[in-house]
């Protein structure tokens, strides 16, 4: 008797060719390396896109911030120059009965001063307007940050919280 010796556990190479064949075939010839490939390279260009967005936002958050502490110092620069300006052209009491008789001039310096009084409250204004604006800007640049980041918006307080305007006595 003759005894055939097989291999065991032995996979026949005419079924190994075309299982390999298949399977190469299947990832190259679809396409599905290559979209994992694309896939991967969308994700990275995504989040560098948005590593740009987040720093250029927040450049313009720091660039609003110094600008409205310039234009904080150049409100309480302004308001200063106005008392000094108010003190020099208060007349003391013993000018005002000085000059009584002549209504009309004071009523003329009155005016004129009033005018300068109205000038100057108007570039105070026009100060505490720009500072509002870029306190808005800053808010909504904090929410588009927030919402690119996955957060809740911080809270930025850029109001001008200053003492009170000088009170212009007209007497």
Known sequence: MQTIRTKPNMIPTKYIIPVLT???GTLFGSGAIWQWGQLELGKNQHELQKSKNIIAINEK???LLIETNELKSDWIEERENQNDALA???PSEHQQRKVKPVEKKIEVAAIFSLR???KEKRKLN???KRIEINSNLVAE???QLAT?????PREIDLKLNLPRSPVFDLE
């Open 22 to 24: 298949f399977v190469v």
């Open 61 to 63: 958050i720091a660039d």
């Open 88 to 90: 020099r052209k208060k």
């Open 116 to 118: 300068e009084i109205v």
């Open 126 to 128: 026009s100060i505490k």
């Open 141 to 143: 640049l904090e929410r």
């Open 148 to 152: 690119i980041e996955v957060r809740t």
